[in-house]
């Protein structure tokens, strides 16, 4: 029997032959047809386990659209890397090899520069409600637009929540208790600069890779959301997790744009009320998790908050970053972000 390794082994190979056929095929101007003429199938990727709140959402959407669509559209869920890296996913949803993926901000920077717009340090201050209203908006609307000609249509945003640091040296309390760790982030420049700016010596890796990274002493911590601290067991390799919520992260579900263009208004419409009611579940729901996960991990692992007055230091050192991205963001789209999301 073959297990589980082996398996997702298996289909990752699968999938970059297929992308690799279906790139070349593209490059000939060449429409693959549907599989056996029946149900539209479209295939969506992701890295996270089976068991957290991001997954239940994808898989209610997935079940919306075959349920709406009558059978005629069925959205086939990757979950755990199945189908590769978030980069290589990523590569595929833009070239079309693959039809669906979610990722934060982050990682889209890559190929949409404004959206790093989400990740600059302490930039959502406010309530996860105030933050769902301004993902629906005149921001959301302007990257979307940004998305489209980067060739990812945006079907919508989950909420991840506060990514904390996390490290098995010592609470960090100050941005003074940050200088010298090794800190894995986001292969994100906003992510660099910010550690850097806290002291920090940040070392960019992909998260399936952290936790050999601190079996090994590669790197002494790394920031993620609670749920997820939990969801990859990495609690068994740090002893210290200090909640002070540089970024208010959410996951961006785009679709290939083409995939997109080529749906009726009608199946548009599906997909886009199957999402709504994925995400009315998932942004009560994941705060939920947050919860619990905190409450779990003060149990295994040393859990401090961040004073009022300390916060204030992370985010007067951290300030700097904003000026070094405002090119790159553009300053009205900075403006308008600190605006609705402060």
Known sequence: MKSIGQIVAAERRKFLQLSAAAAG???????????GQRAKVFRFGHNLP?????HKAVTMLASEVGTASQGKMRVDVYPT?????IAEMMSAVKTGSLSMMMAVPAWYS?????????TLPYIIGGSNERLRAALGGKLADQIGKMGEAAGFYILGYLLIGGRHI?????????????????IRVINSQVYIETFQALGATPVAMDAAEIYMALQQNAVDGFETAAPDVLAFKWNEVVKYLSLDSHVTDIFLITLNKGVWDEL???EQEIFRQAFQKAADY?????????DAAVAKLKTLIGVNEISPENKKLFVQTTRPV???FEASIGKDLLELAVKELA
């Open 166 to 182: 996390l490290n098995r040296a010592r609470p960090i309390q100050t941005p003074a208790d940050c200088k010298g760790l090794k």
């Open 81 to 85: 890397s199945q189908l590769g890296s």
């Open 25 to 35: 095929v593209a490059s000939l101007g060449i429409s693959l047809p549907a599989y």
């Open 50 to 54: 089976v068991d957290t709140v991001y």
């Open 110 to 118: 890559n190929y949409i520069k404004p959206i790093d717009v989400f």
């Open 264 to 266: 009726s208004k009608d």
């Open 282 to 290: 998932e942004w009560v729901a994941q705060p939920q998790a947050i």
């Open 322 to 324: 904003y000026a070094k």
